[in-house]
């Protein structure tokens, strides 16, 4: 069973496209129970969502089906089942296993609210499992991807914060020991319940889609995205 295996890696093929993960510790791999980071590596590269390829790792290692359809000894027709162009499929590479097991999900079958699967390492039978599963396999490259803008920052380590407004001008708020000091655009006590929520909330901040546009220079704006409202800088230990 796959309850005791390791993954190395997850590609996720559908609607033309695919896409292709694997676990950040290469060497120990990653546990099906949804724990463990992943990296993207195609067609971008990127930290995943840790939590979406989990989620569906998580699955595939409970994954039960209702029936199965023996070929005894031959080999189903791909085209009469929907696998020639299928919903979408998954291969999964597993830690010190030769061959990956690649999982193809069909059409969907007469027999309640189900769909053909074919399994690689079982070319003589189908079996009849839940109809949403390929839409779990069926996302947008940003569904794979980390939301999170600053995921290596812990929330607690930030030391410093700054931020400017067009109008306030520039704000500087640092930490000492339990409390906070504001330094700019006047030296006194900083409110800590305002300043860590506002840590806290930059800290864990996700976006909400990705935007591709030309970088800008070195220390220059992108013209592309206009004046900046806002430019907010946090320094952690």
């Given at each position: 069973?796959l309850k005791?295996?390791?993954?190395?890696?997850?590609?996720?093929?559908?609607?033309?496209?695919?896409?292709?993960l694997?676990?950040?510790?290469?060497?120990?791999?990653?546990?099906f129970?949804?724990s463990?980071?992943?990296i993207?590596t195609?067609?971008?590269?990127?930290?995943?969502?840790?939590?979406a390829?989990g989620?569906l790792?998580?699955?595939?290692?409970?994954?039960?089906?209702?029936e199965?359809v023996?070929?005894?000894?031959?080999t189903?027709?791909?085209?009469?089942?929907?696998l020639?162009?299928?919903?979408?499929?998954v291969?999964l590479?597993?830690?010190?296993?030769?061959?990956?097991?690649?999982?193809?999900?069909?059409?969907?079958?007469?027999?309640?609210?189900?769909?053909?699967?074919?399994?690689s390492s079982?070319?003589?039978?189908?079996?009849l499992?839940p109809n949403?599963l390929?839409?779990?396999?069926s996302k947008?490259?940003?569904?794979w991807r980390?939301?999170r803008l600053f995921?290596?920052?812990?929330?607690?380590?930030v030391?410093?914060?700054?931020?400017t407004?067009?109008?306030?001008?520039?704000?500087?708020?640092?930490r000492?020991?339990?409390s906070?000091?504001?330094e700019?655009?006047i030296?006194?006590?900083g409110?800590?319940?305002?300043?860590?929520?506002?840590?806290?909330t930059?800290?864990?901040?996700?976006?909400?889609?990705?935007y591709?546009a030309?970088?800008?220079?070195?220390?220059?704006s992108?013209?592309?995205?206009?004046?900046?409202?806002?430019?907010?800088d946090?320094?952690?230990?």
């Amino acid at each position: 069973g796959l309850k005791d295996k390791k993954l190395a890696s997850i590609t996720v093929a559908a609607k033309g496209s695919e896409v292709k993960l694997e676990c950040a510790k290469k060497d120990v791999g990653c546990p099906f129970d949804g724990s463990g980071d992943w990296i993207l590596t195609a067609p971008t590269q990127d930290n995943a969502d840790s939590s979406a390829v989990g989620s569906l790792a998580s699955t595939l290692l409970n994954l039960t089906h209702s029936e199965v359809v023996d070929f005894s000894g031959s080999t189903p027709d791909p085209k009469e089942f929907g696998l020639d162009q299928p919903k979408g499929a998954v291969t999964l590479g597993i830690l010190g296993e030769k061959e990956p097991i690649q999982l193809t999900f069909g059409k969907s079958s007469n027999v309640g609210p189900n769909v053909y699967l074919a399994l690689s390492s079982e070319p003589h039978r189908l079996y009849l499992v839940p109809n949403y599963l390929p839409d779990m396999v069926s996302k947008e490259l940003f569904h794979w991807r980390n939301k999170r803008l600053f995921p290596s920052v812990d929330a607690a380590a930030v030391t410093e914060l700054s931020w400017t407004q067009n109008k306030a001008g520039r704000i500087r708020a640092v930490r000492s020991e339990d409390s906070w000091k504001l330094e700019l655009p006047i030296k006194a006590a900083g409110s800590k319940i305002m300043i860590e929520g506002l840590v806290s909330t930059l800290a864990y901040s996700a976006a909400k889609s990705i935007y591709s546009a030309p970088l800008a220079k070195e220390g220059g704006s992108n013209p592309s995205l206009g004046k900046p409202e806002l430019e907010v800088d946090f320094k952690d230990a």
